[in-house]
């Protein structure tokens, strides 16, 4: 039986770790924040090695069975981190998968993580992790779930919020986790101690209007890659990341490139989306008659890259010094979005 997320934080919290886990599901806060927890309980626990793998098209999964194999130079526990964005490992994969739950190697625990999951990705493969280890479905929550987290996220920063605070601030977020948890870290540091009501909320984000990371994909998005680049500036000059800046845009590209791939096309994948608010149907809708489908695929990779890149782990042929500029790569990567032809991608299509 599959293991809801909070029993998956207890258990991560207080006892040893099972040999094998899956965290799966759209709701990539979530996602990532268990990932996050395991990953340090695995630290505290002695697992001090950790080997990465970013499984994509033509991904060995010979990759797999040899770290499970390999001695460890240090005689330590290791992490292997398997990173499966589309929560399909294909025939061979599921196969290799299966191979490594049947016999989990000692002092090792793997951790695979999926951006996408539903009925249709279970199988031998995710039973076989559920036999073996733990299986964990993120589902985004519902409407009536989100005050009480994020009272809770707040509280866990020493901020406490007003009834009407959070009311607002659900009505803002409209269901973006992501949105959420960046409002209230920023709350926390200028409200730090103190009770914050609707009114106090309202004047912080009167002050946070020049630059908005959710009005960034939506210029290039409208084809206004000049628009897009000055957004992305203003950000920039304002302390923020790329890492950090990649998350809202990362989740609506997902989107568009199952709308894009939907079975009935456009039209059908659209109404299959809960987009909000409302009015952005149009301009999604256009943006993908605009862009041929082969796009979308080829803008998640460069995602996929300025993330890498970010973390230090995109390097030369050697596997030797990092590489590339991740503010460049996704200044391409807008660019590419608001004018294909013209753009770094243009040769997905």
Known sequence: MPTPLTALRKQIA?????????LAGEEHLLVLEAADALRARARELGYVEREVFDVDTGFDWNQLAQSASAMSLFATRKLIDLRMPTGKPGKEGAAAIGEYCANPPPDTVLLITAQEWSKKHEGAWSQAVDRAGALTQVWPLKVEELPKWIEARAAARGLKMAPDAVELLVERIEGNLLAAAQEIDKLALLHAGKTLDAA????????????????????????????????????????????????????????????????????????????????REGLIKRAL?????????????????????????????????????????????????????????????
């Open 200 to 279: 106090m909320l309202e004047a912080s984000v009167a002050d946070d209007t020049r630059f908005d990371v959710f009005k960034l994909l939506d210029a290039a998005l409208a084809g206004d890659a000049a628009r897009a680049l000055r957004i992305l500036a203003g950000l920039r000059a304002e302390g923020e990341n790329p890492i950090g800046l990649l998350g809202w845009p990362l989740n609506q590209l997902q989107m568009l490139a199952r709308i894009a791939g939907a079975r009935g096309g456009i039209a059908a994948g659209l109404k299959s989306e809960y987009i909000r608010p409302p009015q």
């Open 14 to 22: 207080t006892g040893e770790l099972k040999p094998v886990y899956l």
């Open 289 to 349: 008659e605009r862009v041929p489908r082969a796009h979308w695929n080829a803008y998640l990779i460069q995602a996929g890259r300025i993330e890498r890149i970010g973390k230090g782990r995109e390097r030369d042929a050697d596997g030797g010094k990092p590489m590339g500029d991740a503010w460049l790569e996704f200044e391409r990567l807008l660019v590419a979005i608001a004018q294909p032809r013209a753009g770094l991608l243009a040769k997905a299509g």
